[in-house]
C-alpha cells in the first residue's frame, strides 16, 4: 500500500511562459515493523578459548594421526585374515609364507632363515652370508624380515633397506672376487669411487656461511652459524688428517661471499681416491650409503673409520670414551639446516621425516661395518 505526501518546496516556483510548476510528489512505502525471529539453539554455551602453544597443537595432531594409522591397520589386518580364512586359493605373494625367523651358523657364517629357507640375494638368487664377526647385522636382518607380513612386502625396497644394503655389499664382494681371477677392474667399485669423490667438491661440512654481520642470529654461546659450521669442520677435518689421511690438508670449498666452490689443493683427490678403492666390500657399501646420506664424503669418511671392523677401522676407536656416532654424524651434515629451522621453524613431515631419515641411514652403516673382530 502506497501513500502521497505533497511537500511544498521552499524556493519560489519556477515560471514558463507564465504559468506556474505544480508542486513534486514524493511517493514512499509504508513502515513495517521488523519480525523478530526467536532464539532456538539450545545446550550450554561454549567453552572458554584455553591457550595452546605450538607444540602442544603438534603433539595432538600427531597423537590423532597415529590413531588413525593404528585403526587402518586394524582394519587392514582384519580384512586379510577374512580373505585368507575365506578363500584358500589366495595368491602365495599376498600371504606370508614363513612363520618363524631366526638366525643360524652355517659353513662358516651367519644365514637368516625363513623357517628352514635361507635368505636369497633377490636378484643372484644367492644365499645371503654374513660374516661371523657381524651378528647384530644378522640379528637386525632377521628382525626386519620377521616384521614384514606378506611376501609381496619383500619387493619393496624401503620396507627391507638394510637387505638391500647387505645385498649392495655382496654384490661388490661378488664383482671384487671376479676381478681378481679375470684380471680385470671391477666397475661398481670403480663407479663408487668416482661418485662419492664428487661431493668433495660441494661437501657439505666444508662449506661454510659468510661472517656475520650486525643483524646475523647468534646463538646461547654467542656463535653464528659461520662459528658453529667451522667448529664442526675443524674437529672432523683435524680427526682425518691425523688418522686417516696424514698429511694432507683439507680446506673449506665455500667460504666468505664466495658462491663458487673452490677446490682442494692438488694431491688430496688422489690420497682420498686411494683410501676409498683401498676398502672392502662392506666399507665401501657403508661409505656410499653414508656419503648419500649426509652428503659429506669427510662425514662418512670419519665414520667408516670410527665404527669399521675392517681394514679402514681404526683399532682404537672401540676403547675410545666417546665415539663419532649416528647421531653426531647427522648433526654435522645438517648444521644449517638445523640453525634455520630453530630459528624460523621446522616444516612439519618435511624437517622432521628428514632428520629421522638420515639417523635411520647412518645407523644402518653402524650395523653393516661394526663388528665382534678385525677380520671381516
Known amino acids: 500500500m502506497q501513500s502521497t505526501i505533497r511537500i511544498p518546496l521552499r524556493l519560489a516556483p519556477r515560471m514558463a511562459n507564465g504559468i506556474a510548476r505544480p508542486f513534486r510528489s514524493i511517493h514512499v512505502s509504508a513502515i513495517k515493523a521488523a519480525n523478530v525471529a526467536p532464539v532456538v539453539g539450545t545446550g550450554p554455551p561454549p567453552e572458554a578459548p584455553v591457550e595452546r602453544t605450538l ?19 586394524e582394519i587392514r589386518s582384519s580384512k586379510d585374515m577374512k580373505k585368507s580364512s575365506s578363500s584358500s586359493s589366495a595368491s602365495p605373494i599376498k600371504r606370508r609364507f614363513w612363520r618363524d625367523v631366526r638366525v643360524d651358523e652355517v659353513n662358516g657364517a651367519l644365514q637368516v632363515l625363513l623357517d628352514a629357507r635361507p635368505l636369497r ?43 638391500s644394503l647387505v645385498c649392495r655389499a655382496l654384490d661388490i664382494a661378488a664383482e671384487d672376487a671376479a676381478a681378481a681371477t679375470t684380471g ?15 661431493y668433495l667438491d660441494t661437501d657439505s661440512l666444508l662449506c661454510w656461511a659468510p661472517p656475520a654481520g650486525a643483524r646475523d642470529l647468534l646463538n646461547d654461546a654467542g656463535e653464528s652459524l659461520r662459528d658453529v659450521q667451522k667448529r664442526a669442520a675443524e674437529d672432523t677435518v683435524g680427526f ?9 690438508t683439507i680446506k673449506p670449498v665455500l667460504d666468505g661471499h664466495s658462491i663458487f666452490p673452490a677446490s682442494q689443493d692438488e694431491g688430496v683427490r688422489e690420497v682420498v681416491q686411494g683410501w676409498v678403492l683401498g676398502l672392502s666390500a662392506w666399507e665401501l657399501a657403508g661409505l656410499e650409503r653414508a656419503v648419500l646420506a649426509g652428503k659429506s664424503l669427510v662425514t662418512a669418511a670419519r665414520f667408516i673409520a670410527e665404527w669399521s671392523d675392517g681394514p679402514a677401522g681404526l683399532r682404537d676407536a672401540a676403547t675410545r670414551e666417546t665415539r663419532f656416532g649416528a647421531e653426531e654424524a647427522a648433526r654435522a651434515t645438517s648444521l644449517e639446516v638445523d640453525w634455520q629451522t630453530s630459528n624460523w621453524g621446522e616444516v612439519e613431515d618435511t624437517h622432521d621425516v628428514n632428520r629421522e631419515d638420515v639417523r635411520r641411514q647412518l645407523g644402518s652403516v653402524v650395523l653393516l661395518v661394526s663388528g665382534t673382530s678385525k677380520s671381516s
Not at 184 to 198: E, K, P
Open 184 to 198: 680385470v677392474a671391477a666397475a661398481t667399485r670403480t663407479a663408487i669411487a668416482n661418485s662419492v669423490l664428487r
Open 55 to 73: 607444540n602442544d597443537e603438534r603433539v595432538e595432531r600427531r597423537r590423532r594421526q597415529a590413531e588413525m594409522l593404528r585403526t587402518a591397520q
Open 121 to 163: 640375494h633377490p636378484n643372484t638368487k644367492e644365499i645371503v652370508r654374513v660374516p661371523l664377526s657381524k651378528p647384530t647385522l644378522a640379528a637386525a636382518l632377521a628382525i626386519e624380515w620377521d616384521l614384514l607380513t606378506s611376501a609381496q612386502q619383500a619387493t619393496q625396497q624401503h620396507l627391507i633397506p638394510l637387505t
Open 240 to 248: 682425518l688428517t691425523t688418522h686417516v689421511w696424514p698429511g694432507i
